[in-house]
Structures are given as C-alpha cells and as structure tokens.
C-alpha cells in the first residue's frame, strides 16, 4: 500500500488546500462583489489582477513570491519583523502559493453568482425593511450559493493539482512543503520508483474525480433548494 | 397640510419630472399614464430608491425627504409596502418565511396578523410551498401578503397586474379592495389600463410628461381627453357617464341616457337612475352621415364632429364626436374618412357595435 511518505504527502496536499481556501472565501467574496456590482476604473484594475494568475506561468507566481516574501521582500520583512513568521520553505509559504493561483477560480464563480442574481429581489428585501447588510446575508448569500459552492471546491481542486508556484516559492521538502504533485514529481526523477508514482498517479486522479463529483453534488442540491427540479 | 403629500422635482437626462398630489388616509389613489410618462419613477421617489433633486415627501405625517431640511430616510427605513410588476419572491424560503420576512425586520411576530392576511388573500393552502412553483397570481398575492406584514404606512403597488390573466387580475383587484377595507391604509395602484383603475380607485391621477396632467375623482377625469388612449396595447377607447333610464328583463337590454342619447347595453342589474361608466372601443364606432335603415346595430347617436385627426402613415382618422357635453372617439380609415367628406362641425351618426360597462 501507500508508504509513509505518500500518506504523508496526501494529508499536507489536504491540509494545505483546506487552509488555502479557508482564508481565500471572504476575500474572494468581497472581490467578486466589487467587480461584479461596481463601476469604474479600480474594479476594472481589479478584475484584471484578480484573474491573472489564471493566465500566468505558475513559475512566475513562485518567483513572484519568493521575492515578495522573502526576509528582504516587501511583505516577507513586514511578517518577519512584526509578528516573527517567515513562510519560507514552510507549509505556509505553500498554502499561500495554492491560495494564490487557485484565487481566480474562487473569484470568478462567486462573480458569476452576484452577476445572475436579480438585484431587483434586493430591492424587495430592502423595501421589506431589511438593512444592506442585513439583505446580504438573507437574500444575496443564500440565492448565490451554488456559486459560492462550485467556487470553493473549483478552488480545492486547483490548490491539490498545484505544482509550479509552490515548488519554486517553498521548494520541495518531504513533510513541510511536499504536496502530492510534488511527492509524484520526485518520484519521477529517481529510478526503480515506478510503482510508487503510479500510486500517486492513482491518488491524484481520484482526488480529482471525487472533489468534482462533490462539487457537482453539493452545487446541484443548492440550485434545486432555489430554483426547484426546473434545472 | 395632508398628512401624506408627495411633492418634487427631478431630472434624469432629458427626462424631467414634476409632482405634487396628496393621498387621502385609507383610500385607494390610481396613477395612470401612458408609458414612459413617469409613473414608475413616482413610486421610486417614495421609495427612496431614486433621489429627487428637491421636494418633500410626507407619509403618516413623517417626513420621509425634504431637500431643504436635506432630511433623507434610507429605504428600509421608510415603512413603505412595495408590490412590484414581478412579484420578487425570495425563492430560497417558503411561503410562510416570505410573508414574514418584513414583519420580523419591523415589528413583534404577530400570528393573528399573518391570519388575517392570508385569509384575505386566500393563500392558506400554499404557505408551507416553495415560491418557484407557485402560479403567477398566487406569486403576486403572497408578495402583497409579504408587503402588507412589514406593518407598511402605505401600500404601493406598480402595475401587479402584468402578465397574469383576466380572471388573475380581476381576483387580485378585489383582493385589494378587500384589503383597503379591512387595513386602513392608503393605497397608491399604479396601473396604465383605464379598465383596472376605473375599478380600483376612488381617486385618479393623470401622469403626462412627468407631470399631473389632471387629477380628480372618476368624474372629475373622465372628460380628459387622452383618456382615451391609455390603454393595454393601445386599443384606443372612450368612457362615457349614463344614467339607467329603463330595464328590458325580457330581452335582458338596459337603456342608459347619455346626455339626452339612448343607448342600450346588456341587463345592468342596477336601480333606475343609478349612473354607470360605459367604455366604447375606437374601432367598435363606426360612422354614417344618413341614418342606416337595415342594419343589426342596435345604438345609432346622433353626435356632432368635435375634433378631428388624421394618421396618414397608418391610413386612419381617429374622430372626436360629442354628445352633449361627453366627447367619444371613432377610429375609422383615411379612404371612408375621404370618401364621406367629413368636417368639424358636421352632424354625423355614431354606429356603436359594443359597449362595455366597466364602473359606477
């Protein structure tokens, strides 16, 4: 069966996607609302940035962040002088990495949700005497949820299929910064260790079936509580 | 001062408005116009939802805006009952949740209330339903159950009749008049069919331009002359007042007296004297200049060419006739219109092929 390091390394890809997304949600929310419901020249800009890394080469992502978060880069010695966290050659640093490149994902399917939605039910619940806030949580949150849903688990899956940025930002240690793409790369570089990248191979591509079937399970229960069987 | 008036100003590109009327406590005030003639934008204003450039805009004796105290009540705060041309329905909640989803945002929960409402609206049956297979009436009913639940001082409703049929429409009319007796507020319906406000309100508001154009009990407005034209798919028509001078119950026929013509309709089942508005569809009033001896049409008037306007693209001439002091409108074509020779002034006789009666 699978050695230790390969359970290993699957449990650090889990953990550093849970983590990864965990922190991406409001952010991603926040964002897709802005260049979803506002005009002007910033949420253009922000639109922009917000999907490049969709377009990008995962290395120069890395390399990015390796100059922003190393002890001299800009927020690398910001985090290291204030709160003493270095993210280098750490979990953390890979978490950011799959963060990161899997923001876009996220961003984009929320964005799609606030575009659908009919602003003109917020207007009803604003009329029914609900605060902006209030009618956020109540009408918006709720009616775009398969969004939300599809947005997270589009991005869970981008963030277990990360390779380039993480392993040019934090390197390739087994145990801190080896996710499974990466256990499967080293695999691939040693002779005699055939089998054990062909379970890998296994692993990764099952990961991604089931967190797709999920995703599609999870989003279609949230259509059907709004909108009923007509989809 | 009224306790509620709504006065202002407003200008969205080249489009200007200005307004003013009152609405009397527990009475139900119609808005009508043709489209784009600034109705909806009227109700927008209240609402907060669009900010006038000035004015003052008073509910239940609470100032809601008032450009010059720079006084500007947010919308949620504004306790107005809003009811949409679409009924708006949050669909991710029952029926139940929707109806309270106001009155738990302004006020106690209050059960006996929630009753009330939903026995005058008749949607005890579908409370605990999901909102996206409701039907498009009982849509519309539960969205005037979640507008009045919010403990409104107002209840506007914007043309929530569209898309639903005749028999919809008419149950949701008498929805409303039960509710303006039973909840003592003022209801503001906005609407452009004559045949809905005629119906519904006891006072009316003619919109043109962005502006009053007339406004008054149905009496007071029926002589207006554009009336005419404010209907659905712009069928033109006219109203005219008749009083029941006589009741055939054998051949089921009323005879009305309109300003000395008679003019016979189906059985009203009404008192003798007792007035009734009659509507007369443009295209049902034919025209001759000697009275038609063998013919099947039953109401022949005598009436005198008061106005007349020709629309030579669409090859018709709608005519203005008077009777007496009631005007009525006849839509012929430009080749009849040439070949009959008409000119104002000329007494010519009315072929009326169908009458309906559409109000007291």
């Known amino acids: 069966m699978l050695s230790s390091l390969e359970i290993e390394a699957l449990k650090l890809s889990a953990f550093i996607a849970i983590v990864a997304v965990s922190f991406s949600i409001i952010p991603g929310m926040i964002i897709a609302w802005i260049i979803s419901r506002k005009k002007g020249i910033i949420p253009s800009i922000l639109n922009i940035v917000v999907y490049l890394p969709l377009v990008l080469p995962p290395v120069v992502i890395g390399y990015l962040l390796l100059i922003l978060f190393s002890h001299n880069g800009f927020i690398g010695s910001f985090l290291y002088d204030h709160f003493n966290i270095s993210v280098n050659f750490s979990w953390k640093g890979a978490a950011i990495a799959s963060a990161v490149v899997s923001f876009p994902l996220l961003v984009r399917s929320i964005k799609l949700g606030f575009d659908i939605l009919d602003t003109k039910i917020e207007d009803a619940a604003y009329m029914s005497g609900a605060s902006k806030l209030d009618c956020f949580f109540s009408i918006t949150i709720p009616q775009i949820l398969p969004s939300i849903i599809t947005g997270i688990t589009l991005a869970f899956a981008r963030c277990l299929a990360e390779f380039g940025a993480t392993i040019t930002f934090v390197s390739n240690i087994p145990g801190e910064t080896q996710t499974l793409p990466l256990a499967l790369y080293t695999a691939t570089q040693i002779p005699g260790t055939e089998q054990a990248a062909l379970r890998l191979v296994i692993i990764s591509i099952s990961l991604a079936f089931i967190s797709v079937i999920i995703a599609e399970i999870l989003a279609k229960r949230a259509n059907r509580h709004i909108m009923g069987d007509r989809n | ?360």
């Open chain 2, 1 to 360: 001062m009224h306790s509620n008036f709504i006065k202002f100003e407003l200008s969205q590109g080249k489009f200007k408005s200005k307004i003013e009327f009152s609405i009397s406590t527990n009475k139900i005030i119609a808005i009508t116009g043709l489209s784009g003639s600034g109705k909806s934008t009227i109700a927008k204003v209240i609402c907060g939802l669009i900010k006038p450039t000035n004015g003052l805009i008073k509910l239940n004796n609470k100032i809601l805006y008032c450009s010059n105290s720079k006084k500007n009540i947010p919308p949620n705060l504004r306790k107005i009952g809003m009811v949409f041309q679409e009924p708006r329905l949050f669909s991710h909640m029952t029926v139940k949740n929707n109806l309270l989803y106001g009155q738990r945002r302004n006020t106690k929960l209050d059960i006996t209330k929630l009753e009330k409402i939903v026995k005058i609206l008749g949607i005890k049956d579908i409370l605990d339903r999901r909102t996206y297979n409701l039907s498009g009436g009982e849509a519309q009913r539960v969205s005037i159950g979640r507008a009045l639940l919010s403990e409104p001082d107002i209840l506007i409703l914007d043309e929530p009749l569209t898309g639903l049929d005749t028999p919809r429409q008419n149950k949701i009319l008498s929805i409303i008049k039960n509710i303006n007796k039973n909840i003592k507020i003022p209801i503001l319906f906005i609407s452009h069919s004559i045949d809905e406000i005629i119906f519904i309100a006891e006072k009316i508001i003619i919109i043109e331009k962005g502006k009053v154009a007339a406004q008054g009990t149905i009496d007071e407005i029926i002589s207006y002359k554009k009336l005419s034209y404010f209907n659905k798919g712009n069928q033109k028509s006219s109203l005219i007042k008749g009083t029941i001078l006589e009741q055939d119950k054998k051949q089921f026929t009323s005879t009305l007296d309109v300003n000395g013509a008679s003019i016979t309709t189906k059985i009203i089942n009404d008192k003798i004297g007792s007035s009734h508005i009659l509507k007369l569809f443009s295209k049902d009033i034919s025209i001759a200049t000697i009275i038609p001896k063998y013919i099947s049409i039953n109401n022949i008037l005598e009436t005198k060419i008061y106005d007349i306007k020709v629309y030579k693209k669409e090859g018709s001439v709608d005519l203005t006739l008077s009777i007496g002091k009631q005007k009525i409108i006849s839509e012929i074509t430009l080749k009849s219109y040439k070949k009959l020779k008409l000119k104002k002034g000329l007494k010519v006789y009315a072929l009326v092929k169908a009458i309906s009666i559409v109000g007291k």
